[in-house]
């Protein structure tokens, strides 16, 4: 089955940019998804279809996908952007075609 | 307002069985497919099973296949999960999410117990 890569933690300080990867074998032919996810919330979509945003994300959250990696980016960091990020994708090869990444943890020094 | 409410969840014994729920509102319910997601303690998300938006097509993780059973009621705006044979590892919160690739509506989740 298919798997996806994250750094368990990124860290960096407030107005900085974080860049949070998700490796898969050639996951730049897959549409990748972002979400976050705060301590006792569901999880919120905040970049799909490698590089697109939802209605209500800030324009500071980017997504790009080539290759092996997919990359969350987000600029001028905020205090509430410390949270979870899962990136995941739909493998319609396979007939278990749900995959997520391990998550990465967004800590905001 | 547009969303998504599960209930259900509880605690049962390893063997068990249970059923939840996931009443969907404010929008064309019968126009999307659905997947449930779980979630356990302290760990990632785990994507379980997706339905279409007929019902005609249906996947499910290997990790639940076999024991659990997803199916939704268009008529009812709502769409279930049927758990059987439950194990300690089926231990999580539980959450419906509307969308094929990407997810862009969840509900706040149910949570699932199992332990004797």
């Known amino acids: 089955s298919y798997v996806l890569t994250q750094p368990p933690s990124v860290s960096v300080a407030p107005g900085q940019t974080a860049r949070i990867t998700c490796g898969g074998n050639n996951i730049g032919s897959k549409s990748v998804h972002w979400y976050q996810q705060k301590p006792g919330q569901a999880p919120v979509l905040v970049v799909y279809d490698d590089s697109d945003r939802p209605s209500g994300i800030p324009e500071r959250f980017s997504g790009s996908n080539s290759g092996n990696t997919a990359t969350l980016t987000i600029s001028r960091v905020e205090a509430g952007d410390e949270a979870d990020y899962y990136c995941q994708v739909w493998d319609s090869s396979s007939d278990h075609p749900g995959v997520f990444g391990g998550g990465t943890k967004l800590t905001v020094l | 307002e547009v969303q998504l409410v599960e209930s259900g969840g509880g605690l049962v014994q390893p063997g068990g069985s249970l059923r939840l729920s996931c009443a969907a509102s404010?929008?064309?319910?019968?126009?999307?497919?659905m997947n449930w997601v779980r979630q356990a303690p302290g760990k990632g998300l785990e994507w379980v099973s997706y339905?279409?938006?007929?019902?005609?097509?249906?996947y499910y993780a290997d990790s639940v296949k076999g024991r659990f059973t997803i199916s939704r009621d268009n008529a009812k705006n709502s769409l279930y999960l049927q758990m059987n044979s439950l194990r300690a590892e089926d231990t999580a919160v539980y959450y419906c999410?509307?969308?094929?690739?990407?997810?862009?509506?969840w509900g706040q989740g149910t949570l699932v117990t199992v332990s004797s």
């Open positions: 999410a509307r969308g094929y690739s990407g997810y862009e509506l």
């Open positions: 404010g929008f064309t319910f019968s126009s999307y497919e």
């Open positions: 339905i279409s938006s007929s019902g005609s097509t249906i």
